[in-house]
Every structure is written in structure tokens, then in C-alpha cells.
């Protein structure tokens, strides 16, 4: 559980900055494919550096 939501991004802002839909941040988190927080409440966030890591071998395509 997380104390404090300072560097954390709700689900909806996390899959913006992923641009993909909720439903497939979703899916990535249920098969352990990115790391997630859950707050005391119950709610998902993530952090942002955690989605930059996730994000960047997925973005970078090799040039021809």
C-alpha cells in the first residue's frame, strides 16, 4: 500500500500517458507485466517512473 499519492497516477491519467485504453493498462497489471500500487481504499495507481520503464522498451523501434 502506498502512504501518500504524491508521484502516483490513477489509472485513467496512467493509461493516458501509456496511450492506450484502460482495459489494456488493466490487462498488462493482471498479467504482471507492470507494477502497481493499491491504496488503502482499494484504488490502483501507478508511478510514473514505473510506466516511463515500462513504456520506453515498447516505444523505441530500431531504425533501417
Known sequence: MIAS????LGEKAAARVLQVHPGTLRRY???GNIAFYRTATGRIHYRFDDLMKFALPIRIEPVS
Open 5 to 8: 499519492t504524491e508521484n502516483f
Open 29 to 31: 497489471r493482471t498479467q
